[in-house]
């Protein structure tokens, strides 16, 4: 195999030449971001021949591909992780630095690609990346929404949306493909004919459509030069002579189709874990799915002639119930264009699809109003009824007379289409994101189905790309490891356990807390940039970054720091080891409280902040924007890794995992992966508190959880809470935070008091936060623990969650790129 053999002068020599040919300009006399450009153009010329000889490959090895269907791809920048996976990236650094460039500036100009909004979107990247390296085939598909996540601004401590252009100097790392393009067809009506061999035959008519044209982005697998893609799609409109002879000259039409177009892409729903339930929203999701199923159809047809052996080549693996169309457009394609029976469509569709739950949250469950969805797809709303009416007569089948599973498992029931019920019904694979989470679904909210089908019920719990987060994030502690272990790790991450003969080594120990502490130095230069804050690096740095909501209980958190600083004000001299709270979150734009949390974060930070009694003891850090560009500086610099979600709410959770790989030491609840990671770490090596999910789920069905009680019997509580509402953080509207104190007590509103049970755990959280504090001090304890988190992180590589995804579920094949 011939390999990227680097050469600087002829790298530089493009970069110069790149620089001409865009801007007209030499080098001395570019911008940063142009700069930026003609290197990416410069890396991705070197792609190009990878991608080439990858598509080669699968056209000659015709290998079973996966199409990783997903609102959401959190890409963050494509540029170093492109170098560090063609194994460039130190020579591309040094190269660059010997003629006076800083790559770590030239990265800084790129964008972040944000096309979508928390631990959903950042999977599916760390997937297909995962996908490339591992050598699978597979193509992501999404939407190349025009903005991506809003940039969040924080002014007087409040969030404020601002709108992310991420285009507009033009995306290097893409390539439109209009070769590629395909009708999408919305509303209209469905009339049947009768075709000359007798059959019925459905057509829509009077529909708009547009034009989906897609854009491929590279997914550069590390060091085998497999390249995959992840197709985004755009929307154009369908030239005018393009509709129906019928419709010529309809200019009214014409002028719809274009708005359509325009406003069909234009924004990326900025919603974690919550429903839009907006039309749009559902035409974004049937626009991806048609575009995206017809191009794979069309591929698959140009190598195959037996449409019946499609689930032998192609897996449709749905991300949540965003994609769930894909099961009744596959099904509209296979009836209505290849003229198969119900039943053999039907056989196809569902050894083809396979359904990925990231969510038990109620609010997150998607569903569709029958008015809406059958206005504007008529034709998949028939096949929709048609589905619904024959998974009925299975279920009456299996529990004759049985009206209340009817009511609980129907897919279209109570005027509503249940998109979870649709993706389970046709799918062959029903997957959770964790343990705890797969174990959850089978015993509470899937139920029913589990009972029905257990067949196709299994876990999965997630992973995260160790190259993004670990090798290009934190690059010295990567180059201490290889030093240490050898670089095996970067490709099986399972390796890194050999770490475990060090732990006890004194001197490891040192080298790996000096790590820690320059990379805290690297946060806290940035926070002093971006905050104007000063953090002391001997600080314990105790983080929590990810989406705002109430369940991930950011909430808990800032009343703690709360009730820390009531104890450091009534005692000064209080001996505790200093610590900096670092917190980073975007709240969706409509989500009042989970605003009014990042204005209360905010405002107790200021008062902390600027209180000269506590010796800098006491530091709070709100850092603006976080995404996934900040996210691996955060991380690598982290001490204690905040994961505090009410027990049974978080799926799985990521975060967790990048701060375990970089050293972190977890405080959290028995939710999620927490569950796994202590116990690949050991419950000594974590601070574990608080109620489990069997006891929460019991309360949430019987009702028994009083807050008020321990309002009453808490003095402490008590004084946390009473300061929300008078003005001790908000002297000038001492009001603000009523809210939020309400969210907690108030039995009056409609939701029950501290749904997320905030008060049930908070002594338990003082109590391992406090233990978090004494462990710290044992300078040598605590390098062994951050050590052997990083050690046993082994398990959570997105390279072991595909690993599992391949032989349990679309059973890929590994594809061999020769250049
Ligand atoms: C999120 C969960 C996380 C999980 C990610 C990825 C949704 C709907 N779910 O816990 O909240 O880690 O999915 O699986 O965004």
């Known amino acids: 195999m011939k390999e990227n053999v680097f050469n600087k002068e002829a790298f530089i020599e493009d970069v110069k030449e790149n620089v001409k040919n865009l801007y007209r300009k030499t080098l001395d006399e570019a911008s940063q971001q142009e700069i930026f450009q003609a290197v990416s153009y410069t890396v991705k010329d070197v792609i190009i021949d990878d991608w080439l000889a990858t598509q080669k490959a699968f056209d000659k090895q015709d290998p079973k591909m ?41 990265e800084d100009q790129e964008p972040d690609p944000a096309l979508g909004n928390g631990g959903l979107g950042r999977l599916a990247a760390c997937f297909m990346e995962s996908l490339a390296t591992l050598g699978y085939a597979a193509y992501g598909c999404g939407i190349r929404y025009r903005y991506g996540m809003f940039k969040q601004k924080i002014k007087d401590g409040f969030q ?83 509709l129906d002879s019928f419709d010529k000259g309809d200019y009214h039409k014409a002028v719809e189709q274009e708005n359509l177009a325009r406003n069909l892409v234009e924004v990326l729903y900025p919603n974690d874990n919550h429903i839009a339930g907006k039309e749009l ?56 264009e290849e003229g198969l029976s119900w039943d ?41 009824e048609e589905i619904n009416r024959r998974f009925l007569l299975e279920i009456q089948q299996k529990y004759p007379g049985n009206q209340e599973k009817i009511a609980k498992m129907a897919i279209i029931y109570d005027g509503q289409v249940k998109m979870a019920h649709m993706a389970i019904a046709g799918s062959f694979s029903v997957n959770g994101v964790a343990r705890l989470h797969t174990e959850i679904l089978e015993k509470q909210e899937l139920k029913d189905f589990y009972e029905m089908m257990p067949q196709k019920f299994n876990n999965k ?62 946060l806290a230069k940035y926070i002093k940039e971006h905050n104007g804050i000063d953090v002391d690096p001997r600080s314990i740095f105790d983080v929590q970054v990810k989406r705002l909501h109430e369940y991930k209980r950011q909430l808990m958190n800032i009343l703690h720091v709360m009730y820390l600083y009531n104890q450091l004000k009534d005692n000064p001299n209080l001996d505790m080891v200093p610590r900096t709270f670092i917190f980073g979150a975007k709240a969706a734009a409509g989500y009042k409280r989970a605003k009014l949390t990042i204005k209360l974060i905010n405002s107790v930070a200021d008062v902390i902040n600027n209180d000269k009694s ?51 030491l977890t405080v959290g609840t028995m939710d999620g992966a927490n569950v796994e990671i202590v116990e690949e770490v050991g419950a000594e090596n974590a601070f574990i508190f608080g109620t489990s999910s069997d006891d929460i789920i019991r309360m949430e069905h019987d009702h028994s959880y009083d807050p008020m009680q321990i309002f009453n019997n808490d003095q402490d509580i008590r004084r946390v809470l009473m300061q929300l509402i008078n003005g001790y953080y908000a002297p000038y509207d001492p ?24 008060l049930k755990d908070f002594r338990m959280y003082a109590d391992a936060q406090k233990r978090v504090d004494e462990a710290y001090r044992d300078e040598q304890w605590w390098a062994k623990a951050a050590m052997l988190n990083t050690a046993c992180s082994g398990k959570f590589s997105s390279d072991r969650t595909i690993e599992e995804y391949v032989k349990d579920i679309c059973h890929l094949d590994k594809v061999k790129v020769v250049l």
């Open 614 to 664: 506590i010796n800098g003891k006491l530091k709070v850090v709100f850092i603006e924007d976080y995404r996934v560009s900040n996210a691996e500086i955060i991380f690598a610099a982290a001490d204690v890794s905040e994961q505090i979600s009410t027990a049974s709410k978080e799926a799985s959770g990521t975060g967790n995992m990048k701060f375990m790989l970089n050293g972190a």
């Open 160 to 242: 404020v949306e601002v709108p992310d252009n991420w285009l507009k100097n033009g995306y290097p790392f893409e390539l439109r493909r209009p070769e590629y393009s395909y009708e999408v067809k919305f509303g209209g009506y469905v009339r049947a004919e009768v075709t000359e061999e007798g059959k019925t035959r459905f057509v829509q008519e009077n529909y708009q459509s547009v034009l989906a044209v897609p854009y491929d982005m590279p997914i550069v697998g590390y060091g085998n030069h497999v390249v995959d893609t992840l197709m985004i799609w755009d929307a154009e409109p369908m030239e005018c002579f393009e």
């Open 281 to 336: 929203r559902l035409k974004q999701q049937y626009f991806f799915v048609s575009a995206s199923v017809q191009r794979a159809l069309a591929r698959y047809k140009k190598h195959h002639d037996d449409i019946h052996k499609l689930p032998e080549k192609v897996t449709f693996q749905l991300n949540d119930t965003h994609p769930t169309v894909t099961v009744a457009e596959l099904m509209r394609i296979l009836l209505d």
């Open 344 to 384: 053999e469509a039907w056989e196809i569709t569902t050894k083809t699809c396979a359904y990925t739950n990231h969510t038990i949250m109620a609010e997150a469950l998607e569903k569709w109003p029958i008015e809406i969805f059958s206005r504007l797809l008529p034709r998949i709303y028939q096949i929709v």
């Open 461 to 522: 719990t997630n992973g995260i790309t160790q190259r993004r987060f670990l090798l290009h994030a934190n690059p010295l502690l990567a180059d201490w490891i290889t030093d240490k272990i050898g670089d095996e790790w970067i490709t099986d991450l399972s390796a890194i356990s050999k770490l475990k003969l060090y732990v006890d080594d004194e001197k490891c120990q040192h080298e790996f807390m000096n790590i820690k502490y320059q990379n805290k130095v690297r």
């Open 735 to 758: 009001e603000l935070f009523r809210d939020i104190y309400n969210s907690l007590l108030n039995t009056l509103s409609s939701d029950r008091a501290d749904t997320y049970f905030i």
């Open 66 to 106: 996966v199409y990783y269907m997903s609102m959401e791809f959190l890409m963050g920048r494509a540029l170093g992780n492109n170098m560090i996976n063609l194994k460039m990236y130190k020579e591309v650094k040094e190269a660059l630095g010997e003629i006076g460039l800083n790559l770590d500036e030239i």
